[in-house]
Structures are given as structure tokens and as C-alpha cells.
């Protein structure tokens, strides 16, 4: 399985960027994707994931209604859209996947990882 993660860059606060995961290796139509995040001197945080068949989708509170999360089956992609970004979101996002349709929301519970693309939101 590799994953292929892009879309950070260099954004204002109340900006917007969207992240993008594309998977190969394998049909992850069971598969799980979550999005997590580091900045410097944190450990890795757990900002969103969703279950690949199952629709449903988990946000870190820091991060209700300002990111979303959605898929493109066709594609084996999934994205992470976020809106009225903080300098707080300042960190590399990586997106990781697993077998599974469960509640994943600890980085240990994931097997397959991108390389992470960094995202700054300056003041």
C-alpha cells in the first residue's frame, strides 16, 4: 500500500487548502483513512478520519465545522478540506489508512502511512 499525500502550502489565517491522499496498492473499499498532524515538540494528533465504506466520519473538537472529509472512490483518494485555517493548524498532515470500518482515532491504530505535507497558517 502507498499513499501519496499533497495539497499543504503557505496560507493566511481564514484561508482554505485542501489535502489531498491518493492510496494504491489494493481496492480500499474496506479500508479506514484518517488525517493526523505534528507540529514541533507535539506529539501526533489526530484531526479526522472516515470508514472508506461506511460513510461515517470523526473530527478532532479542535476542528468541527471547519474541516470536512470526503473520498473519491474512482480515484482511491480521499481529501481533507479546511476552511478559516488558524496558525494553530500550523504542522505536517499525514494521512494514514488501515483494514477496517471501525472508530480509528489513535495514529497506533494505523498501518500505512504518507510521507506528510506541511501546512503553515501565518497571522
Known amino acids: 500500500v502507498q499513499l501519496q499525500a499533497s495539497g499543504g502550502g503557505l496560507v493566511q489565517a481564514g484561508g482554505s487548502l485542501r489535502l489531498s491522499c491518493a492510496a494504491s496498492?489494493?481496492?480500499?473499499?474496506?479500508?479506514?483513512m484518517g488525517w493526523f498532524r505534528q507540529s514541533p515538540g507535539k506529539g501526533r494528533e489526530f484531526v479526522a478520519a472516515f470508514s472508506w465504506s461506511g460513510g461515517s466520519t470523526y473530527f478532532a473538537d479542535s476542528v468541527k465545522g471547519r474541516f470536512t472529509i470526503s473520498r473519491d472512490n474512482a480515484k482511491n483518494t480521499g481529501y481533507l478540506q479546511m476552511n478559516n485555517l488558524k496558525p494553530e493548524d500550523t504542522a505536517v498532515y499525514y494521512c494514514a489508512v488501515r483494514l477496517g470500518n471501525g472508530r480509528y482515532l489513535q495514529y497506533n491504530e494505523y498501518d500505512y502511512w504518507g510521507q506528510g505535507t506541511q501546512v503553515t497558517v501565518s497571522s
Open positions: 496498492g489494493r481496492t480500499f473499499s474496506s479500508y479506514a
